[in-house]
């Protein structure tokens, strides 16, 4: 048991360490990166942190990155907003199946099935985590659209154009939604029209408000009219939407819980009787594959039935 402590410990400290550095360092990297797109720079200070950059991992960059899974990969930590790179994003996710894995084989009696329930975890969890991030931001963006089109007609009205409306939003308002529109600005400020900008902002926040946004804007400028009007409209409209999605999200919070508690209860009780008892769950195989085959099976089909009724009550669309 000493042993098994001792080789916990190391592992918690070396995923903690490399977690801090990953951190620290990632996003000076990403920008940096960016700007040598832009800027070239033959001073010896640039060319040495060049040369001290991780080869390996900027190959992998490259190479992963033109793919299709890469790119999508890609997108979906920019909506998340961490700062990682693809090659960083599938390492974190290796040392977790590594760590993991090896935990619960030295905690479940080193069985290699263990292992393997271990991986299982390590591989998704980075992912459950991405998705809880990309879930947060897009609901904190969603509640502070408003705000943004309120300020931006503000504006309109005070003879500022669009894009120095944009300007004042990425000023003046808090995160996630300031930092979006100032790389819109960004974007627009190195020749990228105002349409391929806008619609690289719903690639990344994919939100049906902002979209709608985005389409009355680009039909004001085909066809013109009263931007500040329509946009104070449209503000209305959606604080309206957000307060009334605040109220069912409250009144609906307990179903959905309850949900997801119950759902998660089986395999929670599954994995603590495992490494407590395994022969225990191991019984279920003596009257046959066939047999176990169907017991999981209609478990599984219990369990996913009664998540999706659940959130098919709590979820009401406005």
């Known amino acids: 048991m000493g042993i ?13 360490v490399i977690g801090i550095i990953v951190s620290t360092n990632s996003e000076n990297a990403m ?20 040369v001290q950059r991780a080869v390996l991992t900027e190959w992998v960059s490259k190479r992963v990155e033109k793919t299709t899974f890469g790119d999508r990969v890609a997108r979906e930590l920019a909506r ?5 790179k693809v090659s960083e994003y599938f ?16 905690v479940g009696n080193r069985n290699i099935i263990s292992f393997f329930i271990g991986a299982g975890i390590g591989m998704f969890l ?14 904190k963006f969603n509640d502070q659209l408003s705000d943004m089109l309120n300020l931006t007609v503000n504006g309109l009205r005070a003879g500022y154009s669009v894009m120095q409306a944009m300007e004042s939003v990425g000023r003046e308002l808090p995160p996630p939604i300031c930092d979006e529109f100032r790389r819109v600005v960004q974007e627009m400020q190195i020749g990228i029209t105002m349409e391929n900008a806008l619609e690289n902002l719903l690639r990344r926040i994919p939100s049906e408000d902002l979209d709608f946004v985005i389409t009355s804007i680009n039909v004001q400028r085909e066809v ?40 998660m209860v089986p395999f929670f009780l599954t994995l603590v009787l495992w490494f407590i008892n395994p022969e225990y769950l191991l019984s279920v195989t003596q009257g046959g ?5 169907i017991i999981i099976c209609v478990v599984l089909g219990l369990i996913g039935s009664g998540y999706a009724v659940m959130m098919k009550i709590a979820d009401i669309e406005v």
Do not use: H
């Open 126 to 139: 980075p992912r459950f985590y991405v998705k809880q991030q990309q879930a947060a931001r897009l609901r």
């Open 289 to 293: 594959p066939l047999c176990a085959g």
């Open 91 to 106: 390492a974190l996710i290796l040392i977790a199946i590594v760590g993991l894995g090896g935990i619960a084989w030295l």
């Open 224 to 263: 013109g009219g009263n931007l500040s009007e329509i946009l104070d409209t449209i503000s209305f409209t959606i604080r309206e939407r957000v307060r009334i999605k605040g109220e069912i999200r409250v009144m609906t919070s307990q179903v959905r819980a309850s949900g997801a508690i119950l759902s």
């Open 31 to 50: 920008v940096e990166q960016r700007l040598d797109q832009y800027f070239e720079s033959d001073s010896q200070v640039d060319k040495d942190k060049q």
């Open 80 to 84: 998340a907003d961490l700062k990682f």
């Open 4 to 16: 098994v402590i001792v080789v916990v410990g190391v592992i918690l400290i070396v995923l903690l």
